[in-house]
């Protein structure tokens, strides 16, 4: 049988940085104000305007945002201008697995979700919030360096929408087995130290009041083989699809994306996708908008 060829960007001489990196640091500064904060800190600017210039000037800031807003979405709507949105989009059906498998799930896998989230008044801002972000970052830093040693193969981040405001900023990361995992955690130096910053400066041993407002949780989950799948359809590479694999080209050793052709074969249906069914399942639906598509 054939090995599983990626549909995505073509293999790299040079590891892809983790799309943890990715993220949005304003939108942490967002989610740190609630919408009525955010209301009121426009209208406070938009009264000082008025306040300190003419009226007919003071309106034009919002005018002009507005305006802008309207000609770029209407540019967008009718195709003069690229929608944004769909950056990295992979159009179509696809699924994540190991690179060179011949079978799917055939390999295990290793998940750890590893969260942090603040519940004192300042927020993002504490000290020890910055800490712990600049931990999460080296920490990352690290596993991209010495992925091989670890059996790393990359990590997203979220952001939480459970509060109005400091919500819960968690890391999902992928491992090829548990004991990388586990060696990571246990013998690396930064996340020791992170553990040790822990311990000792944010709860105190048990004893700091101060500590208790904030919050850290991981769970880990290692999957055996055929008990993983993924599907994703138009989307971006998100989750076990943003991993990136180290193999063989022609002689040279790449790094590959994941992402496989999904409209045909076993890869159509979830049992296929775990190697427990040929993948023809669904067909009894026959609502499949992929079937006459050339795969």
Known sequence: MST??????PPSE???????FNQQLHNLFRDALSLQTWLFLGALLQSTLF???PTSIAILPVILYFTI??????????GIRPNPLMANIIPGKTSAQFPGSTIPSQHPIVVIKLAAR??????IIHPHMRKIGTYFNRMIDDLDEN???YGYLGANSYLANERSTGNELMIMAYFRTYDGLHAFSHENGVHREAWNYWNTQVMGRGKNEEGRMFSIMH??????VGKWENIFINYHPSGVAATTFKVDVDGKEKWASPMVDARKGLFRTSK?????????ENEIYGNDPYANEKA
């Open 14 to 20: 040079v590891r892809p940085r983790s799309q943890y």
């Open 51 to 53: 306040l300190l210039i």
């Open 219 to 224: 769970e880990a989950y290692e999957v055996p």
């Open 147 to 149: 992925s091989e040693e």
């Open 69 to 78: 807003c309207f000609i770029d979405n209407a540019l967008i709507y009718s």
């Open 4 to 9: 599983f060829t990626p549909v995505s960007t």
């Open 272 to 280: 296929g996708r775990m190697a427990a069914s040929a993948g023809d």
């Open 118 to 123: 603040t519940n004192h008044p300042l927020g």
